[in-house]
C-alpha cells in the first residue's frame, strides 16, 4: 500500500530533551515536506526537500533540523524541545511540484 | 508574498443542500490547485485537483477555476453530514517548490 509513515503518533517530552519524528515514505517520491498545524494558524511548513540531500527552509524552520540521507525517509530533529513546539506534525511527500500531495497520519507533540 | 485566502467559517448547510467553499489566491502565475478535507485530528485527504481554467467534476464534488480573478471553488453536491469537515485549499506557485495552504473553511452539515 503507497503510504507515508510517522513515528511516533503521540509523544510528550520535557523541554530540553533531544527527540526525532521519523517519516518515510513508500512512492519513489522526489519531495518532502514538514508542517506544522496549530488552531487558527493552518498548515505551516517547516521544512522541505527536493530530493536526497537536497533540504530548504520552509516558513517556521526555527528550532527544527532535518536530513535527507536516503529518498523514502526524511526525519525532523528537535535539538531542544520548547512548549512552543507543541502541535500536530505531520510529513507529507509528492513526486512531483504539480503532483498530488500525499500526508503522512500525524505525530501530536507535547512538550512540558 | 505568496497567500491563499479562505474563509474560516464554519459554513453551516442541510443535509442534502449543496455547499460551497471559496478561496483567492495572490499570485497570478499559480499553476496547480488542490482542495484537501480533513477530519478533526486527522491528516489532509486530496479531494480534487485543478489546473486549468473551468469546472471539473468527480462524483459530488466540482472545482471551479477562474484564474483571471485568482479564485477556485469547490461545489458539494448532495451535502452529507460525513462531509463536516475542514476544507483546505492549496495552490502551487509557479516557480517555488512547495505548496501554499489556506488555513481552512470548516463545513458543518446538519441532518
Known amino acids: 500500500e503507497a503510504q507515508v509513515t510517522q513515528n511516533p503518533r503521540y509523544l510528550i517530552t520535557v523541554t530540553g530533551k533531544k527527540l526525532t519524528v521519523t517519516c518515510s515514505q513508500n512512492?519513489?517520491?522526489?519531495?518532502m515536506s514538514w508542517y506544522r498545524q496549530d488552531p487558527g494558524l493552518g498548515l505551516r511548513q517547516i521544512y522541505y526537500s527536493m530530493n536526497v540531500e537536497v533540504t530548504d527552509k520552509g516558513d517556521v524552520p526555527e528550532g527544527y533540523k532535518v536530513s535527507r540521507k536516503e529518498k523514502r525517509n526524511f526525519p525532523l530533529i528537535l535539538e531542544s524541545p520548547s512548549p512552543n513546539q507543541t502541535s500536530l506534525y505531520f510529513c507529507?511527500?509528492?513526486?512531483?511540484?504539480?503532483?498530488?500531495?500525499?500526508f503522512g497520519p500525524g505525530t501530536r507533540l507535547l512538550v512540558l | 508574498q505568496k497567500e491563499v485566502e479562505q474563509n474560516s467559517g464554519p459554513l453551516s448547510v442541510p443535509e442534502g443542500a449543496i455547499a460551497s467553499l471559496n478561496c483567492t489566491y495572490s499570485d497570478r502565475v499559480s499553476q496547480s490547485f488542490f482542495w484537501y478535507r480533513q477530519y478533526s485530528g486527522k491528516s489532509p485527504e486530496l479531494i480534487m485537483s485543478?489546473?486549468?481554467?473551468g469546472d471539473k467534476e468527480d462524483g459530488r464534488f466540482t472545482a471551479q477555476l477562474n484564474k483571471a480573478s485568482q479564485y477556485v471553488s469547490l461545489l458539494i453536491r448532495d451535502s452529507q453530514p460525513s462531509d463536516s469537515a475542514t476544507y483546505l485549499c492549496a495552490s502551487h506557485y509557479s516557480g517555488y517548490s512547495t505548496l501554499t495552504f489556506g488555513k481552512g473553511t470548516m463545513l458543518l452539515v446538519s441532518p
Open positions: 512512492m519513489n517520491h522526489e519531495y
Open positions: 485543478i489546473y486549468s481554467n
Open positions: 507529507a511527500s509528492r513526486l512531483g511540484l504539480q503532483e498530488t500531495q500525499y
